[in-house]
């Protein structure tokens, strides 16, 4: 049973820095390229970032590229999201969400198991 | 970006009718190295996370039941839900996974009439 936990979240001012974690379980964590995806309050669905299954690969949505860095340990069978330069419009539940398919680097991608998510709200 | 764009953005059937829900891209999504059109679509009850039903437009995820069903191809997509239980009150989004970014529809908003 795939189980994806995510923490972090919090509160922060805009401007700041917050650094999200998903920690995985039920699965073979080093096979499987991750994504965080967001939702803002009331909101759709909106693709982040994505991180091949050995970290080789790294891909961003135009309006986290240059502020948000997506890593993983596979020894500790995590994913991370460092997120600086916070800005209002970021505020949103953030999932962890794995590959369908193992070793893939390159899309096509769709996300087969989530997490709860975390709530990041940025305001002063 | 390739634009996903649903309908209707709600609707209300009765139990054990059927429901429709249209998707529809701004450009194909048909992946020539399978053949397969690069669709899914997710079910997100309130407080919880989306769940994958459908992938490659017309798979069904492992432990979704079959009165969930996806067809289309290049464009246009269809989730049907051939008879409408009380649990499936919802709201659904597409997503086309052909290209970086991916991106999803605006979401459907399911209730019971």
């Known amino acids: 049973q795939v189980h994806l936990v995510e923490s972090g979240g919090g509160v922060v001012q805009p401007g700041r820095s917050l650094r999200l974690s998903c920690a995985a379980s039920?699965?073979?964590?080093?096979?499987?390229?991750m994504h965080w995806v967001r939702q803002a309050p009331g909101q759709g669905l909106e693709w982040v970032t994505f991180i091949s299954f050995d970290g080789h690969k790294k891909d961003y949505g135009d309006s986290v590229k240059g502020r948000f860095t997506i890593s993983r340990d596979n020894s500790e069978d995590t994913l991370y999201l460092q997120m600086n330069t916070l800005r209002a419009e970021d505020t949103a539940v953030y999932y962890c969400?794995?590959?369908?398919?193992?070793?893939?680097?390159?899309?096509?991608?769709?996300?087969?198991?989530w997490g709860q998510g975390t709530l990041v709200t940025v305001s002063s | 970006d390739i634009v996903m764009t649903q309908s209707p953005d709600s609707l209300a059937v009765s139990l054990g009718e059927r429901a429709t829900i249209n998707c529809k891209s701004r450009?194909?999504?048909?992946?020539?190295?399978?053949?397969?059109?690069?669709l899914a679509w997710y079910q997100q009850k309130p407080g919880q996370p989306p769940k994958l039903l459908i992938y490659?437009?017309?798979t069904r995820a492992s432990g979704v039941p079959d009165r969930f069903s996806g067809s289309g191809s290049g464009t246009d997509f269809t989730l049907t839900i051939s008879r409408l239980q009380a649990e499936d009150v919802a709201v659904y989004y597409c997503q086309q996974y052909y290209t970086s970014p991916s991106t999803f529809g605006q979401g459907t908003k399911v209730e019971i009439k």
């Open positions: 450009q194909s999504v048909l992946y020539s190295s399978n053949n397969r059109n690069c």
């Open positions: 039920g699965f073979t964590f080093s096979n499987y390229g």
């Open positions: 969400a794995k590959d369908g398919d193992a070793y893939t680097i390159d899309p096509p991608f769709y996300f087969d198991s």
């Open positions: 490659w437009a017309s």
